[in-house]
C-alpha cells in the first residue's frame, strides 16, 4: 500500500484486515484501530478509595460489496488480531454486507481528499502526543492534595465527594482500500474535586475540573480545589426568583450546552433529514454579527485536534459563524454529496456502526467584556451555573432547562436561586445575545465565554 509513514504493527494489522476484506468479496474496505491506555485514581477524606487501569485495542472493518441495487456495506469489530481473527472478521462483515440494504447513494472508502506523506510527518512532528506526563504516584499526590485544600477552604465545607486523577493516551489508525493507512497519538490529564458545603436540608455541592493534553498544562490542584470550594460555599440558602422575561448570563461551563445545541442543529445528517431547526439558514444571519465560531483541528490546547477523520479526510479549520452567518453544515462525505455542499472532514466513527459526524475542537471567539463588565451592563438579571434536565427539541429548537444560579440587581450578584426553569427558544436566542465575554474558558475541545441572552422565560417558585 502507499503513503506508508513509520510502519508499525498496528498499521500491518489493518492493512491485513482491508487486503483480507477485498479478498473475500468487498468492493471497497477500510479499517480503524482504537488502542486505549489510561489509569484513574480516585481519593476521599484523605485515603486512596479506587485505583483503575485501562488497556483495550480493538480493530474495527467496513466493507462495501457490490449488488444490483447499488453499493451495500456492514461493519464489525474484533480483539482477535491473529490472522485467523482478521480473516474471520473479513468473512463475517461480507457475509452481513450481502444480506444488507443497498443505498444507491453510499459513498465507498475510496477517493477521499486524503493527507499528503509530507503533511502526515509534519503532523507528528508537531503532535507528539503519547505521553501524558503523569506517573500514577504523581496523580495521586496531585488528587489528595486538592482535596484537601478544598476541605480547609471554609469551616462551611462539611464534606468532600473526592477528588479523581486520570491520564492516559490513545492510538487510532485508519487504512483504505484505496492505499491511504495513517495514524494519530492523543494524550490528555485531568483533575477534578467535589465538596459538600452546609449540613441537613441546606447542603449544597459543586465541582471544578480541569482536563488538558499534558500534566503541565493542568491547572494547579490549589486552583482546582479553591473553585470547587468557592463555588459550593457561594450556592448556600437559595431562593427562587420572580416569574418573568429577563437577561440570562450563560457562565462558560454552562454556555458549553449552547455550542452543543448549536453543532447539533449544524449536522449534515440533521439537514438531510429536515430534523434541524437551521435547515434553512445556511448563509443566514442567526447570531448578532459580533459572533463568530470556528471548528479548528490544530490548536495548541485543544483536545479534539486531528489530521483525518473517521473517512480519512483530511480536517481544516471551518469558520461555521462568521460575522453571526452560519457559513457551514458539518458534513461527512456522504451528506456533503447529498447536500451538495463541500466536505468538512467532520467524520467520526467507532469500530462499528455507520460514519456519524462530530466537530474536532469548537472555540466560540471571546468578546471584550469582562464577565463582571457584563453584569454592570445589563443591571439586572440572573447568572446561571447549573442546568438541569434535557427539555430541547433540536426540530423546532424550543428549549426549557431546570436551572440555578444567581440573581442579579444593579449589576451585583446578590443572591444564590435555584428550582427554577429558563425557557425560550434556541432560533431566537441566538439572535438575542446581547454580549459575549472575553473569560474564554477551554473544556477538553471546547472553549467559550460568558454569553448573556436577552429577552428569556424564567419561570420562579
Not at 43 to 57: I, K, L, P, Q
Not at 179 to 195: E, H, I, T
Not at 296 to 316: A, K, V, W
Request: aromatic residues 6%; glycine residues 10%; hydrophobic residues 35%.
Amino acid at each position: 500500500m502507499s503513503n506508508q509513514v513509520n510502519t508499525l504493527p498496528d498499521r500491518q494489522f489493518a492493512e491485513q484486515l482491508v487486503e483480507a476484506a477485498i479478498k473475500a468479496g468487498a468492493a471497497h474496505a477500510d479499517a480503524l484501530s482504537v488502542a486505549d491506555t489510561g489509569d484513574s485514581i480516585s481519593v476521599r477524606n484523605g485515603a486512596v478509595e479506587s485505583v483503575e487501569r485501562e488497556d483495550a485495542r480493538g480493530m474495527g472493518l467496513r466493507a462495501f460489496v457490490e449488488t444490483p441495487g447499488g453499493m451495500a456495506f456492514a461493519t464489525a469489530s474484533t480483539s482477535d488480531l491473529s490472522s485467523e481473527g482478521l480473516r474471520k472478521l473479513a468473512d463475517q462483515v461480507i457475509a452481513m454486507a450481502r444480506i444488507s440494504e443497498p443505498d444507491p447513494d453510499a459513498v465507498p472508502p475510496t477517493g477521499a481528499t486524503h493527507p499528503t506523506r509530507e503533511q502526515l510527518d509534519a503532523w507528528q512532528q508537531h503532535h507528539n502526543h503519547d505521553d501524558p506526563g503523569w506517573s500514577l504516584e504523581e496523580a495521586k499526590a496531585a488528587a489528595l492534595t486538592c482535596e484537601e485544600i478544598a476541605l480547609a477552604y471554609s469551616d462551611k465545607i462539611s464534606n468532600s465527594e473526592g477528588a479523581d486523577a486520570s491520564f492516559g493516551s490513545s492510538r487510532v489508525l485508519y487504512a483504505s482500500s484505496d492505499g491511504f493507512s495513517a495514524a494519530y497519538n492523543r494524550s490528555s490529564a485531568s483533575l477534578s474535586a467535589s465538596v459538600i458545603a452546609g449540613t441537613g436540608d441546606g447542603m449544597q455541592r459543586d465541582y471544578a475540573w480541569h482536563r488538558a493534553l499534558h500534566a503541565s498544562e493542568l491547572r494547579s490542584p490549589e486552583a482546582i480545589a479553591t473553585e470547587a470550594a468557592q463555588r459550593a460555599v457561594a450556592r448556600l440558602n437559595p431562593g427562587s426568583m420572580e416569574s418573568g422575561e429577563t437577561t440570562v448570563i450563560f457562565e462558560p461551563r454552562t454556555a458549553t450546552s449552547l455550542l452543543g445545541h448549536l453543532v447539533s442543529a449544524i449536522n449534515g445528517r440533521a439537514i438531510l433529514q429536515q430534523r434541524s431547526f437551521l435547515t434553512d439558514c445556511l448563509n443566514q444571519s442567526i447570531f448578532p454579527d459580533s459572533v463568530c465560531i470556528d471548528d479548528n483541528p490544530d490548536h495548541p490546547q485543544g483536545l479534539g485536534n486531528r489530521l483525518f477523520d473517521g473517512e480519512g479526510t483530511r480536517c481544516s479549520r471551518h469558520r461555521l459563524i462568521e460575522g453571526g452567518m452560519l457559513k457551514h453544515f458539518l458534513t461527512d462525505r456522504y451528506t456533503a454529496r447529498r447536500l451538495g455542499q463541500p466536505e468538512t472532514g467532520s467524520a467520526s466513527r467507532g469500530l462499528t456502526g455507520d460514519i456519524g459526524i462530530g466537530s474536532s475542537n469548537l472555540i466560540w471567539h471571546a468578546g471584550s467584556l469582562s464577565q463582571a463588565e457584563i453584569l454592570q451592563q445589563i443591571g439586572n438579571g440572573l447568572l446561571v451555573t447549573e442546568l438541569i434536565g434535557f427539555g430541547v427539541n433540536g426540530v423546532t429548537g424550543d428549549y426549557s432547562r431546570g436551572a440555578g444560579g444567581f440573581l442579579i440587581e444593579n449589576g451585583e450578584i446578590v443572591r444564590p436561586v435555584q428550582g427554577i426553569t429558563i425557557a425560550g427558544n434556541l432560533k431566537q436566542m441566538f439572535s438575542q445575545i446581547s454580549y459575549v465575554g472575553s473569560d474564554l474558558t477551554w473544556f477538553g475541545s471546547t472553549a467559550v465565554p460568558s454569553i448573556a441572552i436577552e429577552g428569556l422565560t424564567v419561570a420562579g417558585q
